[in-house]
């Protein structure tokens, strides 16, 4: 050692001078040879202190070797790691930047474990200086810039780590909220589809109102619950937490035109429920006022009176008779058969599976009441035609069934063809029959005034008996050609 060097001749030359002085002496050697025992007593300690002091300075050495070496290694790595936090500040904060994150938060583990190693070491170098009596503020320095720049890298990291998990936890509601209308839409658009066909009854139109106006009050509600969806994706979007925007617009954007699409259809039946209410209360209206006129013409005929048994008063019936078939009963008859159109075009233009039961039986209760009053009309005509015959006149009788008989052809040659339609040709057979009732109800009429006329063609002059055979021959060939014609039809 450099300080024995330096000194241990001057020590050997001091301790031998000394033992050959206490040697010579003869008195008070005790004295002298106290003197070299302390002289290298002291000299020892001197030597022991110096050999253990070197040694710290040794250990110490080692330890600032380790502790430069740990704290540079430290100092690289939250360099890079720094950086690497540093590259993702203009990122996409999608699920990718998040495990670079969760990657980085693990490097900062390790950072820390070796954190930990020059921590302890420069914690023994401080003990070390403040043995040796060295100033160890550079060493705190060091290991508390360290420990700072960890401790900020993690709370960044912690930071941005917990900012991303937001940032996916609002993609994920956002997608939640999507997937939860979306599959509204759909159960709102099976609903649409099963919706039964537009009824013929008010009882189940008004029904099917409220059934569609609460689907548009839901639908309503989804395109309020669509536009926040668009504000949020917007706000999502601008935020930069969005990994694929296209996608998310394409979303929203798929979402909107479902609810437009939903809510066209929904009103679109809406409005066919409204025009078929429409309709069909028109038809009920109309209705009840050709049953109305029906009743009334039905008062008015039994008012008529009976038939009378003198010529004048016959013709006067007569004559009233026909003036009432003119202006009421024939007014009376277009709006029946205008309410049999309107009825009939409603029923056969309704979808299959609709029930118009109650509408058909409706048409034909007033068809049935006012066949009757048809019947009850031509009654009164062939009594009216039977009285004049029985009064003698059998000219007027004969023109009278000759004008019938002008009618009923008009009636025969304005009947439409049969028709392919069931519900039609159920009305045509219910004419049919009509027809038939009125040929068999003036039978007796046509019988009578020819057994009349041949009567009277029997006792008339030859030119006269022709005229009056002609026209029985007439009467006979054109009442069996309506029946001819009847069963053609």
């Known amino acids: 050692m450099l300080f024995r060097s330096r000194h241990a001749s001057e020590y050997d030359s001091n301790y031998s001078s000394g033992d050959t002085f206490q040697s010579a002496c003869d008195v008070d050697k005790e004295v002298v040879r106290e003197e070299i ?8 300690d001197l030597n022991a202190f110096i050999a253990e002091r070197s040694q710290l300075l040794s250990d110490v050495l080692a330890k600032l070797g380790d502790f430069n070496e740990n704290a540079r290694d430290l100092e690289n790595g939250l360099k890079r790691a720094e950086d690497k936090l540093k590259a993702t500040d203009n990122a996409p904060k999608d699920p990718r930047l998040l495990d670079k994150i969760k990657g980085l938060l693990d490097e900062a583990k390790d950072l820390e474990k070796g954190f930990v190693k020059v921590q302890k070491t420069g914690e023994d170098l401080l003990n070390d200086a403040d043995a040796i009596g060295a100033d160890g503020q550079p060493i705190a320095d060091t290991v508390n810039n360290l420990g700072d720049r960890l401790g900020n890298l993690r709370d960044k990291l912690d930071e941005k780590a917990e900012d991303l998990k937001n940032a996916g936890a609002a993609v994920g509601e956002f997608n939640q909220k999507a997937k939860d209308i979306g599959n509204a839409l759909a159960m709102l658009d099976d609903e649409l589809n099963k919706m039964g066909p537009i009824a013929r009854d008010l009882n189940t139109l008004y029904k099917q109102k409220e059934e569609v ?39 929203v954007s798929g979402i909107v035109k479902t609810v437009d699409k939903l809510e066209k259809r929904g009103q679109v039946r809406d409005k066919d429920v409204d025009d078929m209410i429409s309709k069909v209360q028109a038809f009920y209206d109309h209705y009840g006022g050709v049953m109305d006129d029906i009743q009334e013409v039905i008062r008015e005929e039994k008012n008529l009176g009976s038939v009378a048994g003198d010529t004048a008063t016959i013709k006067q019936q007569q004559e009233q008779f026909k003036q009432f078939q003119i202006k009421i009963v024939n007014a009376v008859s277009k ?30 209760k007033m068809n049935e009441l006012w066949n009757s009053l048809k019947q009850a009309l031509a009654e009164r005509e062939r009594k009216l035609d039977q009285g004049l015959l029985q009064s003698g006149k059998y000219g007027e009788a004969l023109n009278g069934l000759m004008s019938w008989m002008d009618e009923m052809e008009d009636m025969m040659q304005n009947q439409k063809p049969p028709s392919a339609d069931y519900k039609v040709v159920k009305a045509q057979v219910q004419e049919q029959k009509f027809v038939q009732k009125l040929l068999n109800d003036r039978r007796g009429a046509v019988e009578s005034l020819i057994k009349t006329g041949q009567e009277i063609a029997a006792s008339a002059d030859p030119s006269e008996r022709r005229r009056i055979e002609g026209e029985v021959s007439g009467l006979r060939d054109r009442y069996a050609n309506l029946k001819d014609r009847k069963s053609v039809v």
């Open 213 to 251: 106006q609460s689907f548009l009050q839901r639908i309503a509600k989804k395109r309020q619950e669509a536009a926040a969806l668009a504000e949020e994706s917007k706000t999502l979007i601008r935020s930069g937490v969005v990994p694929s925007p296209k996608e998310l617009e394409d979303t």
């Open 37 to 44: 025992s302390i002289m290298k007593q002291r000299w020892d």
């Open 335 to 364: 709006e029946v058969e205008k309410c049999n159109r309107g009825g009939q075009g409603l029923i056969q233009s309704s979808a299959s599976g609709v029930n118009t039961s109650a509408m058909e039986g409706d048409l034909e």
